[in-house]
T-cell receptor, first 112, second 114 residues
Framework: EPEVTQTPSHQVTQMGQEVILRCVPI?????FYWYRQILGQKVEFLVS????????KSEIFDDQFSVERPDGSNFTLKIRSTKLEDSAMYFC??????????FGPGTRLTVL | AQTVTQSQPEMSVQEAETVTLSCTYD???????LFWYKQPPSRQMILVIR??????QNATENRFSVNFQKAAKSFSLKISDSQLGDAAMYFC???????????FGEGTQLTVNP
């Protein structure tokens, strides 16, 4: 069964550094998403992406965040200057035209 | 803005018994989707069941079923014949037909006792 993959599984970085989280969505999917989950809290929507542009973003997704689909398979989330409060699990998801979003296994980001 | 509320932070059930997890939501829309996701200790998000608001019939998936009460804006999950592998955090989620984001509740941690 096709699945969403994410790399790395765990990323440790220093405050102020840039990080790029990578995702490979399911190949025939057209909609892509990033969510985050701070430890012990609920999952929060960050951004959705369709047709090479952002279709919706939350209040969390400020100027330090950006997304890109650099080629036909990858979907990336960049955090320009990481803060301690960016430490969280980041989930990528993808969907076709249906309502169901398939989630990847997540990347645990630790900012020191 | 839509909100999703799960009022039970923790629930426990005996193996082979039935448990019901509660979820309420607030929306002004008439058409939308509702989901239950399971998050085991691995933290992978796994879809358990989905419900389209325009469908009156409650969704079922094997041992999992929902009680969808549209007027009351309630969407509870019933797990029958609970198994040890059902132990996880369960999240209720809402998605508008016109939007793309999933809005999640706070989660219910389910423990299954042998």
């Amino acid at each position: 069964e096709p699945e969403v993959t994410q790399t790395p599984s765990h990323q440790v970085t220093q405050m102020g550094q840039e990080v790029i989280l990578r995702c490979v969505p399911i190949s025939n999917h057209l909609y892509f998403y990033w969510y985050r989950q701070i430890l012990g809290q609920k999952v929060e929507f960050l951004v959705s992406f369709y047709n090479n542009e952002i279709s919706e973003k939350s209040e969390i997704f400020d100027d330090q965040f950006s997304v890109e689909r650099p080629d036909g398979s990858n979907f990336t989330l960049k955090i320009r200057s990481t803060k301690l409060e960016d430490s969280a699990m980041y989930f990528c998801a993808s969907s076709d035209f249906g309502a169901y979003q398939y989630f990847g296994p997540g990347t645990r980001l630790t900012v020191l | 803005a839509q909100t999703v509320t799960q009022s039970q932070p923790e629930m426990s059930v005996q193996e082979a018994e039935t448990v019901t997890l509660s979820c309420t939501y607030d929306t002004s829309e008439s058409d939308y989707y509702l989901f239950w996701y399971k998050q085991p200790p691995s933290r992978q998000m796994i879809l358990v069941i989905r419900q389209e608001a325009y469908k009156q019939q409650n969704a079922t998936e094997n041992r999992f079923s929902v009680n969808f009460q549209k007027a009351a804006k309630s969407f509870s999950l019933k797990i029958s014949d609970s198994q040890l592998g059902d132990a996880a955090m369960y999240f209720c989620a809402y998605r508008s037909v016109s939007g793309s984001r999933l809005t999640f509740g706070e989660g219910t941690q389910l423990t299954v006792n042998p």
